[in-house]
C-alpha cells in the first residue's frame, strides 16, 4: 500500500503563488510516476502535470509556464509551484502515485481558492 499526503493549499489572491506539497509512504517502491490532478466546481477532473522517476515532466496546456512540478527523492515528495494564480485555478487539487502494476493510489486531495 502506498499513502500520498497533500499539504500547502490555501486561499490566495490573483497574481499569488502556493506551493503544493505531495508525501509518499508506504511501498514506495513500487511508484513510477506521481503527478497532479484537479477538479474544480462544476467540472470534471483534468489532468495538470507529472513527473517520472527518471525526472521527465508532462503538463497540461492550460498551466504550460504557469506551473512547475519537481521532486525531492530523499524525502519522497513531490511538489507543484503554482504562479501567476487566476481564480480559474481554483479547485481541489489531488496528487496520484502510478505504481509499476494495478491501480493507481491517490491522495485526499486538497483547496485552492484563488479570489479577485
Known amino acids: 500500500q502506498v499513502q500520498l499526503v497533500e499539504s500547502g493549499g490555501g486561499l490566495v489572491q490573483a497574481g499569488g503563488s502556493l506551493r503544493l506539497s505531495c508525501s509518499a509512504s508506504?511501498?514506495?517502491?513500487?511508484?513510477?510516476?506521481m503527478g497532479w490532478y484537479r477538479q474544480a466546481p462544476g467540472k470534471q477532473r483534468e489532468f495538470v502535470a507529472a513527473i517520472t522517476n527518471g525526472g521527465s515532466t508532462t503538463y497540461a496546456d492550460s498551466v504550460k509556464g504557469q506551473f512547475s512540478i519537481s521532486r525531492d527523492n530523499a524525502k519522497n515528495t513531490v511538489y507543484l509551484q503554482m504562479n501567476s494564480l487566476k481564480p480559474e485555478d481554483t479547485a481541489v487539487y489531488y496528487c496520484?502515485?502510478?505504481?509499476?502494476?494495478?491501480?493507481?493510489?491517490w491522495g485526499q486531495g486538497t483547496q485552492v481558492s484563488v479570489s479577485l
Open positions: 508506504g511501498s514506495i517502491f513500487k511508484i513510477k510516476a
Open positions: 496520484f502515485a502510478n505504481p509499476a502494476f494495478g491501480s493507481d493510489y
